[in-house]
């Protein structure tokens, strides 16, 4: 349950619900960080028109993937308190959902493109954290940023970064080819080069190709 002392960045919502006197009733969300999902700006937008007894809201709030965990405060006199702790979008699925750093998904409606997009099976996705850091050490000395990776079994690992180069890992993400990959990224940027595609999957060394 989220408590108090883990909220970092409050937005208070103030909606009152029902025509008469007697039904008005005051709600105050609190959310752990600024909201910029879509479905937090649809749960503010529709929240008047949820149930108010404290067991139908708090169904419908664990029905919501996006919510990592809530609590709901509701006084005799004082207005109704929500505190929401939102998950925090790690990745982009498929272009369909995004990943926590627990990889619960949860739906991608654009919101954060820069994110790390995916393109493989979910059980791929630990095969990629697992060396994800080998692979930001390599290229961050050459000023690539990674804007997508993609796992086939045809054509296995292979990135794309953010200026457009893709580099083919092969079918394995092994220490023989992130000292390969080291090696071909000096190469290029010493000799400045401007390959579109490296291609790490040749057993001896790499292949550069410059089309488009």
Sequence with gaps: MISRREIIFIILIPIFLGCSGQNNQKINI?????????????????????????????????DQNWVNSFLIKK???????????????KYIWREKFYLDNDLSKFLYFGEHPNLLHLYMPIEMVDEWL????QIYLA????SLEISSVTYTEAEGWYFQS???????????????????????????????????????????????????
């Design 162 to 212: 953010k200026n457009n180069l893709r580099v083919n890992l092969g079918s394995e993400l092994s220490s023989k080819v992130f000292k390969k990959l080291s090696l071909t990224l000096k190469y290029i940027f010493e000799k400045n080069l401007t390959p579109s595609i490296i291609d790490l999957r040749y057993e001896d060394g790499a292949a550069l190709n410059y089309g488009k």
């Design 139 to 142: 290229v961050e000395s050459f």
């Design 30 to 62: 609190v959310f752990d960080k600024p909201p910029t999902l879509k479905k937090e700006q649809e749960f503010i937008s529709n929240i008047s028109s949820l149930a108010l007894k404290n067991k139908n809201l708090s169904k419908f709030l664990k």
């Design 75 to 89: 006084h005799a006199f004082d207005p109704i308190e929500i505190f929401i702790e939102t998950r925090e979008p």
């Design 130 to 133: 697992k060396v994800q850091d």
